[in-house]
Structure formats: C-alpha cells, structure tokens
C-alpha cells in the first residue's frame, strides 16, 4: 500500500478507537482558531498589497515621501461660497485637517480668498483671513477678473458660487487608521460644519473605509448564507436534519481555522483573500458530503454497526486525502509578487488539509458516536 493509504488507514484506527478524545481534540483546535479570529485585521490598502523592493511600491512610497503622499479625501460643500461665515468654516475645516500628521496639504476657494485679501491689504499678514462681509468677499473676486481669469477658480467652486470643493491630500495610511481618520472627520463635520452648509465627504479614504466594512460584513454574511443553505440541501437530499448539520462539520470547522490562522499569524483580510471562503466551502462540502453518502449506502447495504466505521474510512479515506493533495497545487502562489495572491496560496494548502483532515477526525468521529441514530434513518 502507498504512504497516503498507510497515513488514512492509521487516521482511521486512531479515531475509531478513540472517538472521544478525537472529537474533544478537534474541538479545542477549532475554539482556538474561533479566538483567532478576534485578532484578525482587515486590510484594503493597495499599497500593503506587494512586496517592498517592488517597482509599484516604491513608487508609492516616493509619492508619500517626496511628493504630497497617495491618498486624497474630497468635501464637497453646498452653500454660499461668498458668504464670510461658510469660508471661515471651511477654515475651520482646514486647521482640523492639518492637524493630522497624515494630512500634508489642504486646498480650498478659502485659502485662495485669504491670500488674496492678504495681497490688496499691502501683503500684511495680519490681513491673511477671510473679510467681513459678502460685499469685500465680492469685492475681491472682481479684482482678481480684472486682471486674471476666473475660470482659474473652477475646480474649486462652481459657476455661480453656489458649491465648493475641499480637497485634501494624505500619506499612506492603514486601513484602521483611515477608518479612524474618517470617523473622526465625518464627527467634525456633523458638529461644526453643518449649520450653514451641507457637506458631502467622499475621496479614496472613504472608499477604502466603505470598503473595510463591505468585506467584513460580506464575508460575515455569505459564510453564513451558504452553509446554512449546504445544510438545508444535504439534509433534503438525505432525507434528515441530522445528515444535513454532519455534513457542514468539517466545512464550518475549516473556515473557522483558516480565518483564526490569519488572525494568530498577522494575514490580512481583505477583498482579494476573502474569496478564500468560497474555495474552502466548495471543496470541503465535497469531501463531507462523499462521507456521509458512503455512510449512508453501507449502513442500507447491512454492515455491521461494529465494523461500519471502519469500512467507511477504508473506503473513503485514500480517495480524500488523495482528492487534497491534489490540490496542493494552490501552492504554486506561493511564489507570486502579489502579497494577497501569495498569502491565498499557503492559506488554500492550510484548507485543503483541514477541510480533509477535518472529515476523516471531526466527522468520522461524530458518525462514530452517534451511528446508533444515524443507522436507524
């Protein structure tokens, strides 16, 4: 016989002997791995997606270093952009900004007012600030027609002044430091901006924001979804409840462990390793799904209850593990550039191993303890 029967035939000995001790050892495996998960961190900055060394990473980090950084943050402001009091709150607006250490430059029709009222009051600092009135505010933007265009103030406000943009431009930031930049800002904006104007905030840190969220609760969300579906559809096809909830074990088991994995090693979730899910729960549905079937059919066939077990393993369990390292090929993104793709590599080896193991321990030993209910179904 080869190694692989050897390795399934001595798994087979083991749990059916020691049913018990199987179960409560699988179990403690997988409660480590459900803590795991506490510690997992979602990660959607592209930046942190390759290796440094790489061309595209250190383009990016020239860009945060030398250059204003990678990440920008947009407020759109509706309101009167002549109005003294909707300019200094888009002051107001700017010192917040640039008080982040992030944050390495802030541009907005304000500043440009600002230095315009600077430039008529004989260049006295003291006159750096926004004027009194809507009349002086006015006053100003006909002289600066006068001798320039102002169309120059285009992608700052709109035609009749009615809207304005604030944009702000930041280094590299984590994904929890742009989540928490983003609270902080939208906190600021419903408090002090909100009285005069309405302030639409919008820009790459919101997107990545958004899409922290839409990844933890579309994963959260779809795990959830399609084993549950699994079950119900097992348990039709089998005709019991019971079949249905055994046959989701290793596969609810394995999802636990690798996303723990994650989190006790420091892989990050983000939209690219979350389609990791989706693998585990389409192969790992196999292998359980072709226990209990050969359970099912040697119970009906008349197999003795002592020696069921061990026909099913004999039967199934080279076929699986066989059916897993097959699929070992996964590991091949190992070698990839691209941190994601390299983390998916070693994660799909860490599935296809738990996702049989899983089924050969967890739920042959389940099947083994309670075969007195399964037999009479």
């Known amino acids: 016989s080869s190694i692989l029967e050897r390795f399934a035939n001595t798994i087979g000995k083991i749990v059916l002997q020691y049913p018990r001790k199987v179960l409560m050892t699988g179990l403690t495996i997988v409660f480590v791995g459900l803590a795991g998960i506490f510690w997992l961190n979602v ?15 250190e383009s990016l980090e020239f ?40 944050v390495s430059s802030t541009l907005s029709i304000a500043e440009i007012i600002q230095q315009m009222h600077r430039s008529v009051m004989d260049d006295d600092p003291a006159f750096e600030t926004i004027p009194d009135s809507r009349e002086k505010v006015n006053n100003l933007f006909t002289m600066y027609s006068m001798s320039g265009d102002p169309n120059d103030f285009s992608s ?19 994904s929890s430091e742009i989540v928490k930049m983003v609270g902080e800002t939208e906190e600021f904006v419903a408090n002090k901006l909100g009285q005069k104007t309405r302030v639409t905030i919008t820009g790459m840190l919101v997107v990545f924001r958004d899409l922290v969220r ?47 994995m994650m989190g006790i090693f420091g892989i990050d979730l983000s939209h690219i390793t979350a389609i990791l899910s989706s693998i585990i729960i389409g192969v790992g549905v196999d292998f359980a799904i072709h226990y209990v079937s050969q359970f099912r059919r040697m119970a009906h ?77």
């Open 43 to 57: 990660e959607v900055n592209i930046q942190s997606f390759f290796k440094k060394g790489t061309e595209i990473r």
């Open 63 to 102: 860009l945060d270093r030398e250059m204003l950084g990678t990440m920008d943050m947009q407020f759109y402001m509706e309101g009167d952009m002549k109005s003294p009091e909707v300019l200094n709150q888009m002051v107001e607006l700017r010192k917040f900004l640039e008080e982040k250490p992030q």
């Open 156 to 174: 700052l406000v709109d035609y009749d002044y009615s809207s304005g943009l604030t944009t702000t431009m930041l280094r590299n930031m984590s």
């Open 214 to 260: 839409l990844v933890v609760r579309s994963s959260f969300i779809s795990i959830t979804v399609s084993i549950a579906l699994i079950a119900l559809i097992a348990s039709l096809f089998f005709r019991r409840l019971i079949w249905g909830s055994l046959a989701v074990v290793p596969l609810a088991s394995a999802v636990i462990l690798n996303y723990g």
């Open 301 to 377: 066939h008349g197999i003795s209850k002592e020696k069921l077990s061990r026909e099913v393993v004999d039967d199934v369990g080279y076929p699986i593990i066989l059916d897993a390292c097959s699929n070992m090929a996964f590991g091949a993104l190992l070698f990839s550039q691209f941190l994601p793709i390299q983390h998916m590599g070693g994660l799909m080896v860490f599935a296809m191993v738990s996702t049989s193991v899983g089924t050969l321990t967890l739920l042959a030993a389940l099947a083994e303890l309670m075969k007195n209910k399964l037999i009479i179904g």
